[in-house]
């Protein structure tokens, strides 16, 4: 896999200094990446990869970053097959690439562009995954290793090298300096003079040995008789303008460069962290890391799946299907859903949605299977056997294995289904029941409550209702839910709800309650709590909603050129809404969702006046909750420098509190500790 280059010159530096360093995958095609399966590159890891997808309003989605390994072409390809097959819903796709990668989809009215981002990272190409395989060649075979192994061979092969390096320039410095040192005491001496008079070349290498045998006892190396013939080869102007202070002075030079060498090779180490320092303050501009590492949360596709389908029943026949459509229109659904389907004579069983599938007469109840569901509740009634007690339950269903058939009752032959109902959030309704006349009892009719009920296994026999026949039971009052309100938390590091305490809790949801949000645009919108809600990326605010909670803030009003202060009460809505001025030069300074925000302001100095003091402002006295489109008060007629909030104040006792917060401090002491993300 491709790697950042200043990445591998750190981790290079770290491994040298004994300490090791991880190092993952950085595709020059951006994106973002899970690396929690990378397993260090070796056979058996994965690397998920995504697309950076933006979602640049209701209607529009904007793709910026593609995975490793695609291209624009390949990834619109893989996106309209989607489309084409019902797994999401797109109106027409562009490609702007030009410089950088720009895809835009564009969605049709009605068509959730959070779901979608979802949708397209679980049915196209915006996600795949990647296996790497680090091999390389060792003995002419091929091998596996790690990454990590083999970035500490190249920095150990790369720490050979350089050792190679330096001593190959230590004996091309000590032979220069031998060279040198013969030159001088060749010319010093006068030793040329020496063979003037020699008629053969055997006599010249002769008189030359035997005028440097008395000086070159300092030398290093023996002188050979190639040092000898190159003395000979010493031009004669070159001897005659032979000065010995320069010949000392370069020999001097010379043996500061060995002394140096001789350092680098003793502190070879050091030397290769210098060296690897070099290379990345030299090559580093430019190199940053272009793929964001990530934790994904695992798409389930079923919920993010459009709804292609729709589910059909042939009550007389006992058939269901997305084929049957002259039959009963039962739901939406999409083609990778399972149906989860009741009977009246106590059976249970879920089937993959398909053209046409028998699920037996008598069904009282279908619809789409949702696995591991625990907040869905079932509330049954059923005889055990024709002549049996009555008895009743409450059960989820959270896991199964497909096309097998579940008795719900006791097992007994005749057994019957007297009521049944499906509860999104566990609500128990209270039922009346009716006893046959024959009964010899003298109270037919009387009333129970599911509420009363311990939710148990699917299993469980139930409670006993009644030893006497029972004629029908009806429906005497819809109940609420039962079931504790859940607790969501929010990651900030993937930026999603989850209920498994990751993160930082956001409070206790259940029913109709939202998320406000709040952006640095100087929006703010309120959101459910399903778990695969997407986020904005300039969101400041994130807490559960308050409806009774002020909001503070502070803008500037382009048009007027005036910070505003302004505080008023959030208006329940699905959509986004803007509570700045409507100019584009208008922008959001700060916002506080506390009771007593306070907030410090800096002035700019007058030329020739004294520096004038800082002004702290208490949001609750500097201006009264208004309307969401009211202006608010000027802040100030001087000339601001910097605008910070401080930490806010204390709720005081319900006697001083002022009539704004009143009502809801009686209602909830605690709202001073909402969740806020800065």
């Not at 490609?95 to 981002?117: C, M, Q, R």
């Not at 006892?217 to 102007?237: A, C, F, G, N």
Request: include cysteine; proline fraction near 3%; charge should be positive.
């Amino acid at each position: 896999m491709p790697h950042n280059f200043v990445e591998l010159i750190d981790a290079s530096i770290s491994i040298l200094r004994g300490r090791g360093m991880k190092v993952y995958p950085d595709f020059p095609t951006g994106g973002i990446a899970d690396f929690s399966q990378y397993n260090d590159g070796q056979r058996g890891g994965k690397i998920k990869v995504r697309a950076r997808i933006e979602q640049v309003d209701v209607k529009l989605l904007k793709i910026t970053e593609i995975p490793f390994a695609m291209t624009t072409s390949s990834l619109i390809d893989s996106i309209l097959r989607a489309n084409e097959k019902g797994k999401i819903k797109i109106k027409k796709i562009e490609d702007n690439t030009a410089e950088f990668v720009e895809i835009l989809i564009h969605l049709p009215p009605g068509v959730s562009p959070d779901k979608t981002i979802d949708a397209l990272y679980a049915f196209s190409d915006c996600e795949i995954s990647i296996s790497p395989n680090a091999c390389i060649i060792k003995n002419d075979k091929p091998y596996f290793m790690s990454v990590s192994d083999i970035l500490k061979q190249s920095t150990a092969h790369t720490l050979e090298l350089l050792k190679t390096e330096l001593e190959i320039l230590l004996s091309e410095q000590q032979a220069l300096w031998h060279f040198a040192s013969l030159e001088r005491i060749f010319i010093e001496n006068k030793i040329y003079r020496d063979i003037e008079e020699c008629e053969t070349w055997e006599a010249v290498i002769e008189a030359i040995r035997k005028g440097l045998q008395p000086h070159i006892k300092h030398l290093k190396e023996p002188v050979t008789e190639e040092d000898i013939v190159r003395l000979t080869e010493i031009k004669i102007k070159r001897i005659s303008k032979f000065d010995l202070d320069k010949a000392n002075e370069n020999l001097k030079k010379i043996e500061d460069n060995i002394a140096e060498l001789i350092d680098k090779l003793a502190n070879l180490v050091d030397y290769a962290i210098d060296y690897f320092k070099g290379l990345k303050k030299k090559y580093k501009e430019g190199r940053i890391r272009k793929t964001e590492i990530r934790t994904f949360e695992t798409i389930v596709a079923s919920k993010v799946a459009i709804r292609n389908q729709k589910l059909y029943f042939n009550k007389e026949e006992g058939f269901i299907g997305t084929s049957l459509r002259k039959d009963e229109f039962v739901c939406e659904c999409s083609d990778i859903d399972n149906i989860i389907i009741f009977r009246n004579d106590g059976k249970m069983m879920v089937t993959k949605v398909a053209p046409k599938t028998f699920v037996g007469k008598g069904v009282i109840h279908m619809a789409v299977f949702k696995k591991n569901d625990v907040r869905t509740i079932y509330n049954l009634i059923y005889r055990d056997g024709k002549l049996g007690n009555t008895y009743m339950k409450r059960f989820p269903v959270k896991s199964i294995t497909r096309d097998k058939e579940y008795d719900l009752t006791s097992g007994n032959k005749g057994s019957k289904i007297l009521h049944f109902t499906s509860n999104d959030n566990g609500e128990a309704e209270v039922v009346s029941v009716i006893l046959k006349s024959q009964a010899k009892t003298r109270k037919l009719k009387f009333d129970v409550d599911f509420a009363d009920l311990a939710i148990k296994g699917r299993r469980s026999r139930g409670n006993l209702v009644s030893k006497h026949p029972v004629s029908k039971v009806e429906l005497k009052s819809k109940g609420v839910s039962t079931l504790a309100a859940q607790k969501i938390w929010f990651d900030d590091t993937v930026q999603r709800l989850n209920i498994d305490g990751r993160g930082e809790l956001i409070g206790e949801f259940a029913g109709d309650d939202k998320i406000l949000i709040i952006s640095q645009s100087g929006e703010y919108q309120l959101l459910g709590f399903d778990l695969s809600t997407h986020f904005p990326e300039d969101m400041i605010v994130l807490e559960k909603f308050d409806s009774k909670k002020p909001v503070s803030a502070i803008y500037w009003d382009g048009d007027k050129s005036k910070y505003y202060v302004k505080r008023f009460l959030v208006e329940p809505t699905d959509k986004k809404v803007s509570f700045i001025s409507d100019s584009d030069s208008s922008y959001l300074e700060v916002v506080s969702t506390d009771y007593l925000p306070v907030a410090e302001i800096e002035f700019v100095k007058e030329r020739n006046k004294d520096q004038r003091p800082n002004l702290k402002i208490n949001f609750e006295e500097f201006i009264s909750v208004k309307g969401l489109k009211a202006q608010g008060n000027r802040l100030t007629i001087h000339k601001v420098k910097t605008i910070n909030m401080l930490a806010s104040l204390e709720l005081p006792s319900k006697k001083e509190l002022s009539e704004d917060v009143k009502d809801d401090y009686n209602n909830n002491q605690n709202v001073k500790d909402s969740h806020k993300l800065f």
